[in-house]
């Protein structure tokens, strides 16, 4: 089964920082890579898909890229409302589907 | 607007079965899979298996594969996720997403999301 490995897993950050998030799979044929922001008690939302494209309604602050095994979510300037848990999620794997484990962005 | 919205929270005794339902509005329903993800409390997301609106074609996780039954009603635009021989270890969030690759054409990222439905296992 593939494996997808998010990292850090957790970090602490103050508002106005730049934070970086990483996806790395074990897949190394196609990927189609998405990145979700969860906040507590409410269900994901979709940031970006396709590596690279912003979800409608997301702020320009997000932006996705990478390719290959690598992927990096970042968040330019971050704000109060972006305290969340943020996962990567990639299709046409075996499962079809892999979560990865989560980075959870924490106020410094 | 699309909408999902999923029933209640449930609790249930081990080995029992349970029925979530997600109902759709908003949008053609047929055009597009619904996809089940499950939250154990603490935890992260665990992909449970799609099914197509068009055609009730579905894919199951491996280890879940033997307990779970996804089905949808087209005329109330209505998916539901059924689970049997419930364990402790089944205790979590239960959402229903938009998007999926069931076969033919494949939507691969999940757009909108119900609100979870809590199922809790207990004796």
Known sequence: ?108 | QVHLVQSGAEVKKPGASVKVSCKASGYTFISYDITWVRQAPGQGLEWMGWISAYNGNTNYTQNLQDRVTMTTDTPSSTAYMELRGLRSDDTAIYYCARGGCSGGSCYPLFDYWGQGTLVTVSS
């Open chain 1, 1 to 108: 089964d593939v494996q997808m490995t998010q990292s850090p897993s957790s970090l602490s950050a103050s508002v106005g920082d730049r934070v970086t998030i990483t996806c790395r799979t074990s897949q190394t044929n196609y990927i189609f890579l998405n990145w979700y922001q969860q906040k507590p008690g409410r269900a994901p939302k979709l940031l970006i898909y396709g590596a690279s494209n912003l979800q409608s309604g997301v702020p320009s602050r997000f932006s996705g890229s990478g390719s290959g095994t690598d992927f990096t979510l970042t968040i330019s300037s971050l704000q109060l409302e972006d305290f969340a848990t943020y996962f990567c999620q990639q299709n046409y794997t075996t499962p079809p589907v892999a979560f990865g484990g989560g980075t959870k962005v924490e106020i410094k």
